[in-house]
């Protein structure tokens, strides 16, 4: 395996850290002062997957598991790392990382590591993939959630954009096939939008898109996910839903959004949504088996009349 040290990129002159370094708290034993302990991904072989992704630690769960087995509570599926690497333990408000007897080694500061307490500033190394732990209140924290929501949002419908969305879609289809939960997958998009913007200019056509994304938002539960997947077309991932409560939403955003008044320099333009909805089955296997599925009901949508829901 290579070493950390062979590696300038894995220390704190990476690209990630140089921009937040400015930024960095004095570093402690990460006791709970506010807001929430975080792990954040700052190094990804090629860049590539959840760099960037933040990991918030204030949930209810004292425990995180890490490894490659989609039974872990992060999944990280990087060569170095093994099914089942690692896994971090509150104890008394300290969060300690424990190695699970891997192949590779779990190592922290760039030192092999059975079991140690994390403080802030740490960083983490599992394969691949290395992870910087950062307690409650530190302002790199803070720094990178303000940087993490301008980098998961659409900017115009301040959705989920479309990278958020389907990172969320691949974790909650995980949860779904290790535990069996009901988790369903609402598509939409604005009938003839291409007529709007043509009618009524594309300034109108955003107007349209905010407003949509606003009634939608409003009916948005904290563990659902809202996002803009392209263009006109948004998704709306609902865990915990089967599929008859998901097509009850579906259908009252339907008839919403075809009775609101949506103006543009005081003109109303008529505005109606189709909607294709999909429940999660053991024959889905990946995100792209999901959304095709969704999608396959909202062109049904579309070819049987528009303004309608199809599951």
């Known amino acids: ?5 062979d590696h300038p990129e894995l220390h704190p002159e990476s690209a990630w850290q140089v921009q937040t370094q ?3 708290a004095e570093p402690g034993l990460g006791q709970h002062t506010g807001g929430s302990d ?4 700052i190094y990804t072989r ?3 997957g959840p760099l960037g992704k933040r990991i918030q630690l204030d949930g209810p769960a004292q425990e995180l598991t890490i490894g490659r087995d989609v039974t872990n509570s992060l999944v990280l599926e990087f060569e170095g790392v093994s099914r089942k690497h690692a896994k971090l333990v509150k104890r008394d408000g300290v969060w300690w ?3 699970n007897n891997s192949t590779n080694g779990t190592y922290v500061n760039d030192a092999l ?3 140690t307490p994390l403080r802030n500033g740490d960083r983490v190394k599992v394969g691949d993939v290395i992870l910087k732990y950062l307690s409650a209140g530190d302002l790199e924290s803070e720094f990178i959630e303000t940087i993490s929501q301008m980098m998961v949002t659409d900017g115009l419908t301040q959705a989920a954009n479309k990278r958020h969305l389907t990172e969320k879609i691949t974790d909650e289809l995980n949860r779904s096939l290790r535990h069996g939960r009901p988790l369903s997958l609402v598509m939409f998009d ?3 939008f291409k007529k709007v913007n043509d009618t009524y200019g594309h300034v109108a056509g955003d107007v349209v898109l905010k407003e949509i994304a606003s009634l939608v938002r409003s009916r948005v539960r904290r563990n659902e996910v809202f996002g803009r997947y392209g263009g006109e077309e948004f998704a709306l991932l609902l865990p915990e839903t089967t599929l008859q409560g998901a097509v009850t939403l579906a259908q009252e955003l339907c008839v919403l959004v075809a009775s609101q008044p949506f103006l543009f320099d005081r003109i109303r333009i ?3 949504i189709s909607l294709g909805v999909a429940q999660w089955n053991p024959a889905i296997r990946t995100t792209d088996d999901f959304i095709r599925a969704a999608d396959a009901k909202l062109f049904q949508a579309k070819r049987s009349g528009r303004n309608r829901v199809c599951a």
Do not use: F, I
């Open 46 to 48: 090629e860049g590539r």
């Open 1 to 5: 395996m290579a070493d950390p040290k």
């Open 113 to 115: 590591t059975r079991e």
């Open 22 to 24: 400015v930024l960095r």
């Open 97 to 99: 990382v424990h190695d």
């Open 270 to 272: 008529p505005v109606t």
């Open 38 to 41: 975080c792990l954040v991904v």
């Open 190 to 192: 604005v009938d003839h």
